[in-house]
């Protein structure tokens, strides 16, 4: 991975400021890439360059930027929470007192001869409030001036400030306007400035729950572990003191600290928060264990081989953050979009307000209708639609045990007609095992296994790993052979107690002689079924045979079956032997098959399904299948989590189970239609806001919309998107839709 500096964003107020920060860190040297996730406020550099010059850049157009290493207390939150409320409760009480008392008898008239003292002192504290509580959106507007660009803080600026600078007018001036012309817009301007504020500390509040899978990864991790002294004394040490090569003692119940190998001792180990897999995994010595995961009732001792910053849980966090920050291409609509909104609006503001001063209407009336059409088109709610979206969708597919590395991955994952399949510990498990054992009359399982083992024990065959560990499970005893001796191509044959045994398939038999007529069709069912079978004779005389397989996983079956019901084609490849690949195909109901194929072969496969306009999935080990991972639209690398699995696909599987890939497609369908709710509803709140703001209903209904009304309609926009877009957050892979939805 690039290196990478992440930054808090403190007055970003729409994507017209996000459009500006990318172009001015796009100029800096050393910079490999920009991504700016504005539904976070946060900015992340990829590249070598200095902080502080970043910092400094920012600053230069008005920005306020800090680095997010800068640790933030429960207390420095508090305080800023308080001043915030400060800043939406005074304009509001003062704001409400001036709606109040104007509409009462006792107001005073605002006339040509005499100008009221008590509306002299509410013109000079309203704007002692203004800047008070809309300071930084002010000096923000200034900067974006100053720079030639516009933001939402442009349009707040100029509506309140010419809300109150109309007031102004009507109080000193009053012999100026028309007598039906003396409103005062005071608390119009106070109470759209509390609005704001109100809505952006809710929004913040909101936020804050968009990434919960996140800081729930981050809060995995214990900050001390009990180090295993040189004179076997434990003591508990911060992490942070903790090197690779330590030794650590993990009691029942505990945390694990730091990434390591089991060294002493063996348990289970809750393994969920990596995998999304519930059933706790045994550990036994030389077995890997990772931070953040649970012991749960055994003791062990285990050999860190990692530092706090390299291990599984830190690769997870810092995969998962940088892809929240990345754009998936539908949110390319919403960016150009914002970048031409504001000036846009600014533009039909001016033609409102002299469409209807010329049509005879008052200043007043022209000058109420060009405010409500900056307030209510601040496009706060366009620039949330997307990546707040992408954020909880991804953080849930994080919990998922699904890692999806950026947001075209997340997609095209839901565009996707077809997948291809790897077999060999993909749909299988990737490791053979003792499917089945049949023997003679008078012999039992555990001493056919027994000579079995023995002999296997000398050879290095694949096949031979299968039966030792099947004996190593039933803690069977070697016997003493000699005389070991392999046959390619056909098996092995040894020496037990001084009688020749032999192991092998039918020729091998035939070879010694051996009847095997009375198992023929047990191994040919079995062979039909993908299975390896061995023939096991002692004397010349067959004992039985062991059916040996690299079983289907046990949720493939109902995973392919989700993946068909949602029309999406399902090839297997693999560079196993036709008659091994048909015959797991056919337990499982896939209908299109490549054998005997080279990684190569897969790739070339993919390309041709891309040249029929499919978009296409490959889901591989991460390993051998790199070239069709690379070729696919979707590459998915399903395994246990290893770091060359992090690195080889658009999206990470931590369990070794097609479920994954069920669960990342109704994600990635769940959260594009979130997407797409929340464009839509920003376009359709926009399109119809700005004329009736403008007045567009006045003429057949004489309603004319408030600016008050307006800053509530525009700050609820926001806080609409953001519920909607939490929704996800309850999501589970049961919600999959039963159709594909379209691009």
């Not at 010419?162 to 119009?188: C, D, K, T």
């Not at 903790?242 to 002493?264: H, M, Q, S």
């Not at 399949?421 to 499917?435: A, H």
């Amino acid at each position: 991975m690039k290196a990478s500096q992440e930054f808090k964003l403190h007055n970003v107020s729409c994507m017209s400021c996000v459009s500006k920060i990318e172009k001015t860190l796009a100029q800096l040297s050393l910079i490999d890439n920009v991504r700016v996730n504005f539904a976070e406020r946060t900015l992340l550099v990829l590249g070598s360059v200095d902080a502080d010059e970043v910092i400094t850049a920012l600053a230069k157009i008005g920005y306020q930027v800090s680095s997010s290493r800068e640790e933030v207390t429960a207390d420095i939150l508090h305080k800023t929470d308080m001043a915030q409320l400060l800043k939406i409760i005074i304009p509001t009480v003062l704001g409400l007192f001036i709606m109040v008392y104007g509409m009462s008898a006792q107001a005073a008239m605002i006339t040509s001869d005499a100008v009221n003292l008590f509306w002299l002192c509410m013109t000079g504290l309203t704007l002692f409030i203004l800047f008070y509580a809309a300071q930084h959106m002010y000096y923000a507007a200034y900067k974006a001036l100053l720079q030639h660009h516009a933001t939402m803080d442009t349009l707040i600026s100029l509506g309140t400030l010419a809300a109150w600078g109309y007031s102004a007018m009507v109080i000193f001036f009053p012999y100026w306007m028309p007598e039906n012309a003396r409103h005062v817009y005071l608390e119009a301007s106070l109470l759209i400035i509390a609005l704001v504020n109100l809505g952006a500390f809710l929004e913040v509040k909101a936020r804050g729950r968009t990434s919960l899978a996140i800081q729930h990864l981050i809060g995995l991790q214990p900050q001390t572990a009990h180090v295993v002294l040189k004179d076997a004394k434990v003591q508990e040490v911060a992490i942070n003191y903790i090197k690779p090569g330590d030794l650590l003692r993990v009691r029942p119940g505990e945390k694990i600290a730091l990434d390591g190998i089991v060294v002493v001792g063996k348990s289970h180990v809750d393994e969920s928060m990596l995998t999304g897999e519930g059933i706790a995994v045994s550990k036994n010595i030389d077995d890997e264990v990772y931070a953040g995961t649970i012991n749960k009732n055994g003791s062990f001792t285990y050999k860190v081989t990692k530092a706090t910053k390299d291990t599984l849980l830190a690769q997870i966090v810092t995969l998962v953050k940088n892809a929240q920050s990345t754009k998936p291409s539908i949110a390319k609509l919403a960016d150009v979009v914002s970048s031409y909104f504001v000036p846009a609006v600014m533009i039909c503001a001016v033609i409102t307000a002299l469409i209807w001063f010329n049509l005879g209407f008052s200043a007043g009336f022209a000058v109420v209708t060009s405010i409500t059409v900056l307030v209510i088109a601040c496009p706060c709610a366009l620039g949330l639609a997307t990546p707040i979206s992408v954020i909880v969708g991804m953080g849930k597919a994080a919990q998922m045990g699904v890692l999806i590395r950026n947001g075209e991955a997340l997609q095209k994952s839901s565009q996707l007609n077809h997948v291809v399949l790897d077999k060999t510990g993909t749909i299988t498990k990737g490791e053979s095992e003792v499917i089945a054992i049949e023997c003679v009359e008078g012999v039992s399982e555990d001493y056919l296994l027994q000579i079995m083992v023995s002999i296997e024990a000398h050879s290095e065959h694949p096949l031979a790993e299968a039966i030792v560990k099947k004996a190593k499970d039933k803690s069977l005893s070697l016997l003493p052979v000699s005389h070991f001796y392999s046959h390619t191509g056909l098996g092995v044959s040894a020496k037990i107690e001084d009688k020749n045994v032999a192991i092998g398939n039918v020729r091998m038999m035939e070879n010694c002689q051996v009847e095997v007529s009375a198992f023929m069709d047990t191994f040919n069912q079995m062979s039909q079924q993908g299975q390896t079978v061995m023939f096991v004779a002692l004397e010349s005389k067959l004992m039985g045979i062991v059916a040996v397989a690299d079983p289907i996983n046990e949720d493939a079956l109902a995973a392919i079956k989700k993946l068909e019901d949602l029309n999406i084609k399902i090839t297997m490849v693999t560079g196993d032997n036709k008659r091994t690949a048909w015959a797991i195909a056919s337990q499982l109901g896939i209908k299109n098959v490549m054998a005997e194929v080279m990684p190569q072969d897969k790739a070339s496969y993919i390309a041709s399904l891309q040249q029929q306009n499919q978009p296409v999935a490959m889901v591989g080990d991460g390993i051998n299948d790199a070239p069709a991972l690379t070729q696919a639209d979707v590459g998915f690398a399903i395994g246990n989590g290893t770091d060359i699995a992090l690195e080889s696909a658009d999206i990470t599987l931590m369990r070794s189970s097609l479920t994954g890939v069920v669960d990342a497609i109704a994600v990635s369908q769940a959260t594009m239609r979130n997407i797409k709710q929340n464009l839509w509803g920003a376009f359709i709140y926009n399109g119809l806001g700005i004329p009736i703001a403008a007045g567009a209903l006045f003429p057949l209904t004489g309603m004319l919309l408030n600016p008050i009304i307006a800053g509530a309609v525009m700050a609820a926009s926001s806080l609409t998107v953001i519920i909607n877009a939490n929704r996800l957050r309850f999501f589970g892979s049961d919600h999959l839709s039963a159709h594909r939805h379209p691009t």
